[in-house]
Every structure is written in structure tokens, then in C-alpha cells.
């Protein structure tokens, strides 16, 4: 037997049911908020992400599949959105847009090769946001917002908002220095990738998960005492206006973000619930002034967010919340000869392009047999095809509640189903 590979997994039955459902509720969120759906290919040109998402970040460096095709070019399948989606809003323009800011949202497939766990996988699923076009704090409010508006739509109570700035350039260079200053004593006691990080991007090593509990994180400088005026406003704007939208937020200086290509605003949604263990963050995202510009684009401020939609399942059945999925049909078709049966095909075409959902017999099993499967399927109607019946135009409808029969004109079985669901 073949088996899926390491990290993937199959999606059917009452998961598919679910994972269907929340695709919708975010896809209809974002109807309203105005975000158009966007998508892109799953691999692209390995540079997008090596320049984008940075070539020491633990995405680029670890975790991303890497392939030469067949015509020996270098492709990467996607790690996350936003690089692609840049990519795209370059190559096609969407800076010339007469309608602007531009608004898009997706929900794909992402690749990473990791270690296999809850709420981590090699295969998953990310509906992320991007705002493209607008520096106003404005902007960074209304992405929040709407992460934070989507979970407490989806159910969820228990979530929080952890915040953070990094600032402008001249602010990131300052904390920059400092985050050397204080752990150039301490490194050889830490992680490899520190090691590296200190030289590279200081500010990933509060991201590290090695050294997270390390001694020299409790002492570590705070972000928001090297942020110039010029930030620092722009930080208590945003935090009015989420003040303003009734999000629950708290300012958290430990947050960074893994990803290069953050400035000002970086947030995570948190899942408050201390069974829940590192999956705890469905959604993270912030301000990336600088990516199109690196990207070969023009100069173009934005914000967004991604959230996990596997470790977003995961929370709705951790928080026990109620996913409402349809479990039943409406109409079941049962028959026994062949003439019932031209019949049972054309009607069920019939009803189901009106809208009912209909199932019927496909196996040539007796009408006892049917009955428990139209049971099975919780079926409100069972209509009962017989050929004496038929030569009047008329079919048996059955209420498989109450049990009720009684004969319904075929040429009235739409208008009379359509009164009765
Ligand atoms: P983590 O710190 O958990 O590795 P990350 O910083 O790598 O997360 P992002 O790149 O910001 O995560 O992705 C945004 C969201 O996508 C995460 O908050 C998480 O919900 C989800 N996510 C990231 N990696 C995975 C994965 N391997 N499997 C499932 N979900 C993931
Ligand atoms: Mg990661």
C-alpha cells in the first residue's frame, strides 16, 4: 500500500464538511470588507521567496521545496502568500489600478518541510489578506480588525491580539544595535542559528524556538524605547483606532515575526488556551512597506495578515464551537423496475436543478434496502416511484418524519417541495 507523504493529509467526510464551511464564512467575510479573491501559482521562481522572505530566514533556509525542472529552472513551492501575491501585483500591474488601494485575499495551499506535529504540517492551508497601496495606520486597523472580526464570527471567544511595532528603518537600526549590545556576551551559550542570527538579523533571535527560555531573553532591550516620535505616533494611532473597533489587543514587544520583509506593525492572533501548546497562534501578519520595492515593483506601503486554516480547525474543536454543517438530504428517490427507474434519473435532474438536494438508488438494491439508505442519509422526503402511479402522473411522497404519504402530481412535486422545506 502506498501511503501520503510525511506531513500531508487527506481531507473527506465531516472534516471536508468543515473545512468547506470555513472556506466559505472567510470567503463571504471578505465580500464584505471588499477583498478580491487572488490566486497564484503553487511554485514559483525560487527567488521570489530567496528576496523576499529573506535567504537566512528559517522559511528560506529550512523548510522551503526546492526543485529544478526539466528545463533546469529553479522553482520553490510556496511557503506563504505574500511574496507571491507581490509578484503577481507587479507583473500584472495592479499598481495602475484605477481602483485603489488594492484589496486581495487567498486561501491556498502552502509547502514547508518541517517536523510533522499538531498544527504543523509540510502541506497546509493559509487564507491570508493583503492591503496594498495605503501607509495610513488606517489601513493596518481595518487588516487587524477584520483577522480578529473573522474568529469571533467563526466562534471562537477566547482570542487575543498580541502587538507590536518594529518601527521605521532609523528605529529597526537602533533596537538593531542594542539587540547586539546585549547578546553579544551571551551567544556562545546559544543556538546555532543565534549565532548566525546576531550577524544577520538580531531581531530573529527573539523569534528562535531553541532558545526562547534562554536567561538573556528576560533581560532583552524592549522595541518600543528605540522608536523615534515619527513611530511611536504612528503606534499609538493604530492602537486608538483598534481601541475605537473594540479589538482585544495586548502590546506585546516579543513579538518580530520570522519573515525580513516587516516594518511598523507585526501582530499574532493568539488562541488563549493552555492545552492548545505552540499551535496556539492561528494568524500572524503586518506591515511590509519595503517588499514590492525589492521585488522590482514601485515603491508601495502595505499590510496584511495569513492564518492556518488547519491550526484554525483544530481551535474550533479544542474551543468546542459549533460548525454547522449540513448533514441530511432533502429527497430520496427510491424505485424497483426500469420504467421507475428512467423515471428516478430524470427526477432527480429535475429536483436537483431546483435546488433540493436528491439522492437516489444506484445499486439495484429492494425498496427495504432504500428506505435505510434514505435513513442514512437523513433524508426528509423519500418519493416512492411505482409504475401504477406513474401512468397517472403522479408520484407517493413520503415525509420520512412523520411518515406521512400521499400522492403528489409529478408536475406539481416542485411547487409542493418548495412549500414544504
Ligand atoms: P510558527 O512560528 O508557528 O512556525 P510562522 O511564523 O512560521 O509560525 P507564518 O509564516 O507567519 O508562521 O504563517 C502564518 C500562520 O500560518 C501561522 O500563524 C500558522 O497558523 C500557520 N502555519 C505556519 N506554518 C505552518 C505549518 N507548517 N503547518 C500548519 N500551519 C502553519
Ligand atoms: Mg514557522
Do not use: W
Not at 29 to 35: H, L, S, V
Not at 60 to 73: A, I, L, Q
Amino acid at each position: 500500500m502506498i501511503s501520503k507523504p510525511k506531513g500531508t493529509y487527506d481531507l473527506y467526510g465531516q472534516k471536508a464538511k468543515q473545512r468547506q464551511y470555513l472556506d466559505d464564512v472567510l470567503a463571504s467575510i471578505c465580500e464584505k470588507y471588499n477583498y478580491e479573491y487572488i490566486k497564484t501559482p503553487v511554485f514559483e521562481a525560487s527567488e521570489v521567496f530567496h528576496r523576499s522572505v529573506g535567504i537566512d530566514s528559517d522559511i528560506v533556509s529550512k523548510e522551503t521545496y526546492d526543485f529544478k525542472d526539466r528545463g533546469n529552472r529553479n522553482l520553490t513551492l510556496r511557503p506563504e502568500g505574500t511574496a507571491a501575491i507581490v509578484r503577481s501585483y507587479i507583473e500584472n500591474k495592479m499598481f495602475g489600478d484605477p481602483k485603489q488601494p488594492k484589496k486581495l485575499f487567498y486561501n491556498a495551499n502552502m509547502y514547508r518541510y518541517e517536523r510533522p506535529q499538531a498544527g504543523r504540517l509540510r502541506e497546509f492551508s493559509q487564507f491570508g489578506v493583503e492591503l496594498l497601496g495605503s501607509d495610513d495606520v488606517f489601513a493596518d486597523a481595518e487588516v487587524i480588525s477584520l483577522a480578529y472580526n473573522i474568529f469571533k464570527i467563526l466562534g471562537l471567544k477566547n482570542i487575543k491580539i498580541n502587538l507590536n511595532t518594529l518601527g521605521d528603518e532609523e528605529s529597526r537600526k537602533n533596537y538593531r544595535e542594542a539587540l547586539i549590545k546585549h547578546f553579544k556576551p551571551h551567544i556562545n551559550t546559544m543556538c546555532e542559528d543565534c549565532q548566525k542570527r546576531l550577524l544577520t538579523n538580531p531581531l530573529r533571535i527573539l523569534d528562535c524556538k531553541v532558545d526562547n527560555n534562554h536567561e538573556a531573553m528576560q533581560t532583552v532591550p524592549n522595541i518600543l524605547d528605540y522608536l523615534n516620535d515619527e513611530s511611536k505616533n504612528r503606534f499609538l494611532k493604530l492602537q486608538e483606532y483598534l481601541d475605537l473597533l473594540e479589538v482585544e489587543y495586548e502590546v506585546n514587544p516579543g513579538i518580530v515575526r520570522g519573515l525580513d520583509y516587516y516594518n511598523h506593525t507585526v501582530f499574532e492572533l493568539e488562541l488563549v488556551n493552555e492545552n492548545f501548546g505552540r499551535s496556539n497562534i492561528l494568524c500572524a501578519g503586518g506591515r511590509y512597506n519595503n517588499l514590492v520595492e525589492k521585488l522590482d515593483g514601485p515603491q508601495t506601503p502595505a499590510v496584511g495578515f495569513a492564518a492556518g486554516l488547519e491550526r484554525v480547525l483544530l481551535a474550533l474543536e479544542e474551543e468546542k464551537v459549533n460548525i454547522p454543517i449540513n448533514d441530511s438530504i432533502d429527497i430520496y428517490l427510491g424505485y424497483v423496475n426500469e420504467e421507475e427507474k428512467e423515471t428516478a434519473l430524470y427526477l432527480t435532474q429535475e429536483l436537483r436543478l431546483n435546488g433540493f438536494i436528491c439522492e437516489t438508488e444506484y445499486l439495484g438494491r429492494s425498496l427495504k434496502s432504500q428506505f435505510k439508505s434514505a435513513d442514512r442519509l437523513n433524508a426528509k422526503y423519500i418519493i416512492i416511484l411505482n409504475s401504477d402511479d406513474l401512468k397517472d402522473y403522479q408520484v407517493k411522497v413520503k415525509d420520512n418524519k412523520t411518515k406521512e404519504e400521499q400522492k403528489v402530481a409529478i408536475n406539481d412535486l416542485v411547487d409542493y417541495f418548495d412549500m414544504h422545506m
